[in-house]
Structures are given as structure tokens and as C-alpha cells.
């Protein structure tokens, strides 16, 4: 079976060809750390971590690298509303971020870079755009450097569009570009209205970086010149991951081979979004179902699919994966299979085709059911652990990922020193005692299930 991919780039399914065999090298981009993260934002992050754990067991050897964007023009601009330093709100909204991946199992990259970590690394290729004609300078003394797109012939290749059909680009003041369609590589401090703790010196006077620029030096910082993969919500195709391209290749570098978007979490057939008002925070998400759940709920779809979320449809994908924790619950067992159905790699090959994947997992656990008491129900059962795997959904991963793992740590140590007092009056035929810790234990909301490999817990 050969692994085929979506490229957005030249819109077919392709082979899946690494640069170098046995390796592949992702870049995706993360989050410009300016609030708290919604359902929205972590769609990217949970179908990326499939795609990476996809890879891992094809055997691939996966060097993954999500960054953050901590200075932006948002991120200056909601500080001063709050009255805090940039760097302190960027700082805490990527602890909020962390958390919020943690709970839903997204694994930590090999690497998350920061702009503010590489300005070196983006001032050297901009010094090469510069000097191989494609960028330059402004000259109403701002200090701000832009890519010129029309020096660049293959601009707008990426979204199949001319430079005349596009719209301005936004991001800086247009009267020292060239064109409008310009973007900015280098933002010029604006000491009026900008702290100075948010500019560095650079060769064009102090200030930061573009938005694009930083995207394209840190892949290469840590991919080379030319990677696999570079991924993204769809909504990053035009500017950003056009004008990335642009620029990388324009500096000489051949930049991605394929292109992955994964599609947006509407709300009333709008992309979920802070400006919106729509937006539903992971933490308020996860007071109703668990971070296990709502990753189901959104891997059960295709990654190139519209989701469109509803309270109703995640309750439904939790009682659907509830029912799949108590099938592994009643065959008991901690065995993986060293293979997945090939069913279910089929599907994972074809596109990460996860809702066929889903199919054929249900489809297991309904074997196993009918073989309950059996071999065959432990063969299901490793199986679906296999899949589970691959999908980021084994819920013994979640005891650890999600949450606060101190007090997970504490509430289980106390949980098992009951469970050591009950054996031990059960050992004792204090049938009295031990029914009154199980009855301790409901009570704080503590489930307690006699299997043949002892007691299980559960809240």
C-alpha cells in the first residue's frame, strides 16, 4: 500500500515521496498566541498529530515542527487593551494553548519555534531576497522591507491566481510599496505607539519581523531548504502560505513538496473565530465531555472537511466512543496488535481517510463483542488498541496528557490505597467494610468495576 495525499498545491492525490527515504520532514504552522484557544484552532493541531502518527507507523522517522507566532500587530494591540507587556500576554496564552492540546492527546512537536527566538535566521533571508532583486527597502522612512510579487513571475502559483485579481495586502501602510499586492518582510518600529521592547535592531532600523517571513526561516532553520510537508488550516492558503512559497523559493530555496489544509469548525455556516463572537473555548467545551471525546468528535471527520459544531453532535460522538471504552473495559487486557486491520490502513492511506478508519473500528468492536468471553475478543480488543494508537483516542494516554498530572497522580494514589483496604476486607470476608468503601468511593463519584485482572476505577 502506498500512503497518498491530497496536495492543494496541484489539487490531486498524490503518492506520498520523501526527500530521503524513511524520513519525512513536517512544517505546520501553529497559532499567533493572542487569546484563548476555541474548538477552531485545535482542529489543525489533531489532524496533523494523526497524519504524524500515520506516518510513525508506516515506520517513518518524523521530524515535526508546529511553531507559534508570539509578536504580531493583534498580539501588541490586545496587551495594550489589557494593559500588560506583549510578551507577557503572548507567554500566557501559549500556556493556555499547551493546555489545551495536552487535553485532547496532541502529542508535543519535535520542535516549536518562536518568531521572536529567530529574528538572526529571518534578517539573513531577507538579506537574500534584498540582494537577489526581490525585495527592497521603503523609502518613505519607515523602515519597513516588502517582498516585491511583481519581481517574482510564479506569484499566486500555490492559489492558481494573478497578481492583477488579488486584493492589497493588508499588513502595513501602502504608501511606500511599490504595489499594493506587496507584503511585509521587516515592520519598522512605530515608536509612538509601539514599545520598545518590541523591535530589534536590524540593517533597515529597529523593528520585527512580517508574518510570512518568520514561517519560511524557521522551516528551513530546522527542515533545510527542501521538506516533505507543510500544513495548515485552509484558511492560511492566501497570504500566508502563498507568500511563504513565494519568497522561499524567490530566496532559492525549493521549499515544500506537498501542500495539506485542513478545513474549518463552522458555527451557523461561519468559520469559528474571535471576531465572530462565536467562538468556543476548549476549556468550556471540555466541562461537558472529556478531551478523549471531543478528539473523536473531530477525527471522525475528514481532515478536508467542513465541520459544522453542535453541542448535540459531540454529546453523540462521546456516547459513541463511551461505547468503545466499554468494550475494551469488558475484554480486559493491555495488549496492542503489532498490525492494524488492513482495512484500516487502506483508509489511513487513501487521504488519512478517517471516517472509513472509524467504520472499520466500530466494525471490530462489534466482533468482538459477538466473541465476548473468547480469544476472539482479545484479538478484537488489541486490534481496536492499535487503531485507537493511530488515531490519538487510547484512552489510557489521556490519564496523563489531559489535565493537571499532579492531581491526577494524587487522586489516583488515593484511589488505590482504598482499593488495597476494600481487597483486603474482601480477603477478609469483612463483606460490611468493603461494601462500605465502594460506597465511599460512589459517593465522591468514583466508579469501581471487579474485572479478572482486579478493580478498575473511573470518574
Same mark, same amino acid.
Given at each position: 500500500?502506498?500512503?497518498?495525499?491530497?496536495?492543494?498545491? +496541484?489539487?490531486?492525490?498524490?503518492?506520498?515521496?520523501?526527500?530521503?527515504?524513511?524520513?519525512?520532514?513536517?512544517? *505546520?504552522?501553529? #497559532?499567533?498566541?493572542?487569546?484563548?484557544?476555541?474548538?477552531?484552532?485545535?482542529?489543525?493541531? %489533531?489532524?496533523?498529530?494523526?497524519?504524524?502518527?500515520?506516518?510513525?507507523?508506516?515506520?517513518?522517522?518524523? !521530524?515535526?515542527?508546529?511553531?507559534?507566532?508570539?509578536?504580531?500587530?493583534?498580539?501588541?494591540?490586545?496587551?495594550?487593551?489589557?494593559?500588560?507587556?506583549?510578551?507577557? #500576554?503572548?507567554?500566557?496564552?501559549?500556556?493556555?494553548?499547551?493546555?489545551? #492540546?495536552?487535553?485532547?492527546? %496532541?502529542?508535543?512537536? @519535535?520542535?516549536?519555534?518562536?518568531?521572536?527566538?529567530?529574528?538572526?535566521?529571518?534578517?539573513?533571508?531577507?538579506?537574500?531576497?534584498?540582494?537577489?532583486?526581490?525585495?527592497?527597502?521603503?523609502?518613505?522612512?519607515?523602515?519597513?522591507?516588502?517582498?516585491?510579487?511583481?519581481?517574482?513571475?510564479?506569484?499566486?502559483?500555490?492559489?492558481?491566481?494573478?497578481?492583477?485579481?488579488?486584493?492589497?495586502?493588508?499588513?502595513?501602510?501602502?504608501? /511606500?510599496?511599490?504595489?499594493?499586492?506587496?507584503?511585509?518582510?521587516?515592520?519598522?518600529?512605530?515608536?509612538?505607539?509601539?514599545?520598545? +521592547?518590541?523591535?530589534?535592531?536590524? &540593517?533597515?532600523?529597529?523593528?520585527?519581523?512580517?508574518?510570512?517571513?518568520?514561517?519560511?526561516?524557521?522551516?528551513? =532553520?530546522?527542515?533545510?531548504?527542501?521538506?516533505?510537508?507543510?500544513?495548515?488550516?485552509?484558511?492560511?492558503?492566501?497570504?500566508?502560505?502563498?507568500?511563504?512559497?513565494?519568497?522561499?523559493?524567490?530566496?532559492?530555496?525549493?521549499?515544500?513538496?506537498?501542500?495539506?489544509?485542513?478545513?474549518?469548525?463552522?458555527?451557523?455556516?461561519?468559520?469559528?473565530?474571535?471576531?465572530?463572537?462565536?467562538?468556543?473555548?476548549?476549556?468550556?467545551?471540555?466541562?461537558?465531555?472529556? /478531551?478523549?471525546?471531543?478528539?473523536?468528535?473531530?477525527?471522525?471527520?475528514?481532515?478536508?472537511?467542513? *465541520?459544522?459544531?453542535?453541542?448535540?453532535?459531540?454529546?453523540?460522538?462521546?456516547?459513541?466512543?463511551?461505547?468503545?471504552?466499554?468494550?475494551?473495559?469488558?475484554?480486559?487486557?493491555?495488549?496492542?496488535?503489532?498490525? %492494524? &486491520?488492513?482495512?484500516?490502513?487502506?483508509?489511513?492511506?487513501?487521504?488519512?481517510?478517517?471516517?472509513?478508519?472509524?467504520?472499520?473500528?466500530?466494525?471490530? *468492536?462489534?466482533?468482538?463483542?459477538?466473541?465476548?468471553?473468547?480469544?476472539?475478543?482479545?484479538?478484537?480488543?488489541?486490534? %481496536?488498541?492499535?487503531?485507537?494508537?493511530?488515531?490519538?483516542?487510547?484512552?489510557?494516554?489521556?490519564? +496523563?496528557?489531559? /489535565?493537571?498530572?499532579?492531581?491526577?497522580?494524587?487522586?489516583?494514589?488515593?484511589?488505590?490505597?482504598?482499593?488495597?483496604?476494600?481487597?483486603?476486607?474482601?480477603?477478609?470476608?469483612?463483606?460490611?467494610?468493603?461494601?462500605?468503601?465502594?460506597?465511599?468511593? =460512589?459517593?465522591?463519584? *468514583?466508579?469501581?468495576?471487579? @474485572?479478572? !485482572? /482486579?478493580?478498575?476505577?473511573?470518574?
Amino acid at each position: 500500500m502506498t500512503l497518498r495525499l491530497y496536495d492543494t498545491a +496541484t489539487r490531486e492525490v498524490r503518492d506520498f515521496v520523501p526527500l530521503e527515504e524513511g524520513k519525512a520532514g513536517i512544517y *505546520v504552522c501553529g #497559532l499567533t498566541v493572542q487569546s484563548e484557544p476555541h474548538v477552531g484552532h485545535v482542529r489543525s493541531a %489533531v489532524n496533523f498529530d494523526v497524519l504524524r502518527r500515520w506516518l510513525t507507523r508506516r515506520g517513518y522517522q518524523v !521530524d515535526f515542527i508546529r511553531n507559534v507566532t508570539d509578536i504580531d500587530d493583534k498580539i501588541l494591540r490586545k496587551a495594550a487593551e489589557q494593559g500588560v507587556h506583549w510578551y507577557e #500576554l503572548a507567554q500566557r496564552m501559549h500556556h493556555e494553548l499547551d493546555d489545551a #492540546l495536552a487535553a485532547i492527546n %496532541v502529542q508535543r512537536p @519535535t520542535y516549536e519555534p518562536g518568531a521572536t527566538g529567530h529574528v538572526p535566521e529571518i534578517l539573513e533571508l531577507i538579506a537574500r531576497l534584498v540582494a537577489a532583486g526581490h525585495a527592497y527597502a521603503a523609502e518613505d522612512g519607515s523602515g519597513d522591507v516588502y517582498f516585491d510579487v511583481r519581481s517574482w513571475p510564479q506569484y499566486g502559483e500555490l492559489t492558481r491566481q494573478g497578481i492583477d485579481d488579488m486584493e492589497p495586502a493588508g499588513d502595513a501602510d501602502p504608501r /511606500g510599496k511599490r504595489d499594493p499586492r506587496d507584503f511585509a518582510l521587516w515592520k519598522g518600529w512605530k515608536k509612538d505607539s509601539e514599545p520598545e +521592547t518590541a523591535a530589534w535592531p536590524s &540593517p533597515y532600523g529597529p523593528g520585527r519581523p512580517g508574518w510570512h517571513i518568520e514561517c519560511s526561516a524557521m522551516a528551513r =532553520k530546522y527542515l533545510g531548504p527542501a521538506f516533505d510537508i507543510h500544513g495548515g488550516g485552509v484558511d492560511l492558503r492566501f497570504p500566508h502560505h502563498e507568500n511563504e512559497q513565494a519568497q522561499s523559493r524567490a530566496a532559492g530555496d525549493p521549499f515544500a513538496s506537498y501542500w495539506l489544509h485542513n478545513a474549518w469548525i463552522t458555527t451557523s455556516g461561519e468559520k469559528m473565530s474571535k471576531s465572530l463572537g462565536n467562538s468556543l473555548l476548549v476549556p468550556n467545551v471540555l466541562a461537558r465531555v472529556r /478531551g478523549v471525546e471531543l478528539r473523536y468528535y473531530m477525527v471522525s471527520a475528514h481532515y478536508r472537511s467542513m *465541520v459544522e459544531f453542535s453541542f448535540e453532535a459531540l454529546e453523540e460522538a462521546a456516547t459513541s466512543f463511551r461505547r468503545v471504552e466499554a468494550f475494551l473495559e469488558r475484554a480486559g487486557g493491555t495488549e496492542v496488535a503489532s498490525e %492494524v &486491520p488492513d482495512a484500516f490502513a487502506a483508509a489511513m492511506d487513501d487521504d488519512l481517510g478517517t471516517p472509513a478508519a472509524m467504520a472499520v473500528l466500530h466494525d471490530t *468492536v462489534r466482533e468482538g463483542n459477538t466473541a465476548a468471553g473468547s480469544a476472539g475478543a482479545a484479538q478484537a480488543a488489541a486490534s %481496536v488498541r492499535a487503531m485507537l494508537d493511530v488515531l490519538g483516542l487510547n484512552p489510557f494516554d489521556f490519564a +496523563t496528557t489531559g /489535565g493537571d498530572d499532579t492531581l491526577t497522580g494524587v487522586v489516583d494514589v488515593l484511589v488505590q490505597g482504598l482499593l488495597e483496604e476494600r481487597a483486603q476486607a474482601r480477603a477478609d470476608q469483612d463483606w460490611a467494610r468493603a461494601d462500605a468503601i465502594r460506597d465511599r468511593l =460512589k459517593a465522591a463519584g *468514583v466508579e469501581i468495576e471487579d @474485572t479478572p !485482572d /482486579g478493580p478498575k476505577w473511573s470518574v
